[in-house]
């Protein structure tokens, strides 16, 4: 089982690199396709790989996680199939961009940087943190001050706001929540734009990661700081930053182990300094792996790999329900009292019954749990359709820039979660960017491509 693990896995990394190299475009290194191969690679390749290498996983039990999806291991014939409809899926899909998209031939015949508006850019950083740092002042009012907001749970004070304000405060965060994407998107432009021409800005840059922290600290969400430094990784391949790659690589330690206690300690802020020493000495088992799954969600995975025995049997299928949230998000539910849950809130109730939690599962676990098998052809049919839109946008790229690093950091997040989250994330930015007028900020300062 573990060899033919590992040759699926080499598989797999192979068609990979083909199909991220193709999409190497110096032009602009944020587009829809780059973020959503990226999402791939970082969500679910490499948790899989780090599960294919240690022969599987079982979550420490400080982590109470049911044991319904808790564990997995690869010693026998349990997870054949389900590592077989991931290696399919996702081989499709890479080849799919292998196929579509002509081959990389070398920086000497790429087009000119895409003269963004530093100027423009730091005014729309500067607008978006001013929203979010007058969403974080609202926040520590409603929670009853900044030493009641020290003491509660992130999850919990926001479901008890959602308690108490209903659809006015779910509105709220969709719309605080489009922000703080927007002013990743627009960090992730700067922070290319410097990379692309070997500049630096202390007072920026400083800037930026101050920002990432204090909304990691004040929602208790660290996806924003991964897909930022997933952007700035992924600029620095693009041009030629190596340096500050290695420079990345060798940190990577100490930032996995950050990322990784910080889902422990996240929950009871007053109490950060009397908690931290009980995260360092308690059982984690092998912590290096439980540092790297905790930091590449791979807890997502090993519910997918338990989805794809479970569903069809254990479970129904859900035929699209899901999905349908994307139409219905709008309705209050005391019109529509059957509105069905959104996905991650519905894994939950199979897997954690009783808990106020939710649970992703990646974007191919809910089209596994929506169309079962069929999830091995539409993955590669989103990924053509992601290719076909990412081409379009390339086209336009002086008049639709903020718009392409919107569905850059959306791809790889969408990799990452459901469907309705990002489509309603998507409709809400692109509110805010017209509100706003961010999208003539950051525009270049250049005519229209002809083509």
């Known amino acids: 089982m573990r060899i033919v693990c590992l040759l699926l896995l080499i598989s797999l990394h192979w068609t990979y690199w083909k199909a991220i190299s193709r999409l190497r475009w110096r032009r602009l290194a944020l587009t829809p396709a780059m973020g959503w191969m990226l999402g791939l690679g970082y969500f679910v390749l490499a948790p899989l790989t780090l599960l294919t290498l240690n022969g599987g996983f079982t979550q420490p039990a400080v982590y109470n996680a049911n044991d319904r999806y808790n564990s997995v291991s690869f010693s026998n014939a349990t997870y054949l199939l389900p590592l077989l ?26 087009p000119p940087l ?43 004070r926001q479901s008890e706001f959602l308690r108490s304000f209903g659809q006015q405060y779910v509105l709220y965060t969709q719309l605080t929540l489009a922000n703080f994407v927007v002013f990743t998107c627009v960090a992730a432009l700067y922070t290319a734009c410097l990379l692309g021409r070997r500049r630096f800005s202390w007072r920026f840059c400083g800037l930026i990661a101050l920002a990432m922290l204090l909304q990691m600290v004040m929602t208790g969400n660290r996806i924003f700081v991964a897909l930022y430094g997933l952007s700035v990784l992924v600029s620095c391949w693009v041009y030629g930053r190596k340096k500050i790659i290695l420079a990345c690589l060798a940190l990577s330690p100490v930032i996995f182990l950050v990322f990784s206690a910080w889902g422990s300690l ?8 009397e908690r931290l020493p009980a995260y360092v000495e308690q059982d984690l088992g092998n912590r290096a792996m439980t540092t790297a799954m905790d930091t590449t969600e791979g807890a997502s995975v090993m519910q997918l790999l338990h ?25 209050p539910r005391s019109l529509y009292p059957s509105k069905p849950q959104n996905f991650p809130v519905l894994m939950a109730q199979l897997y954690e019954p009783g808990e106020e939690t939710s649970l992703g599962g990646t974007q191919l676990a809910e089209l596994y749990a929506n169309f079962g098998v069929f999830s091995v052809l539409i993955l590669p049919a989103i990924t053509v359709l992601i290719l076909l839109l990412s081409e379009k946008v390339i086209r336009n790229i002086e008049r639709h820039v903020l718009l392409s690093a919107v569905l850059f950091v ?26 706003l007028r961010l999208e003539r900020v950051c525009a270049p300062k250049v005519s229209p491509s002809p083509d």
Not at 312 to 329: H, R
Not at 410 to 435: G, H, K, P
């Open 85 to 110: 409809v991931i290696w399919l899926a996702m081989l499709f899909a890479f080849v799919s961009v292998i196929v579509l998209t002509p081959p990389y031939h070398g920086s000497k015949d790429d």
């Open 114 to 156: 895409l003269p963004l508006s530093e100027k423009g850019l730091k005014r729309a950083i500067l607008v978006t943190w001013a929203i979010a740092l007058l969403d974080y002042g609202i926040t520590i009012w409603l929670s009853g001050g900044l030493t009641a907001f020290l003491v509660t749970h992130w999850y919990l």
């Open 266 to 273: 996240r929950g009871d802020l007053g109490a950060f300094s």
């Open 307 to 331: 989805m794809v025995n479970d569903f069809g049997g254990k479970f129904d299928y859900l035929y699209g329900l899901s999905y349908t949230k994307a139409v219905t998000f709008m309705v």
């Open 410 to 435: 959306l791809c790889v997040w969408y990799a990452r979660s459901s469907f309705e989250d990002n489509f309603v994330t998507f409709l809400m930015a692109q509110l805010l960017i017209w509100v």
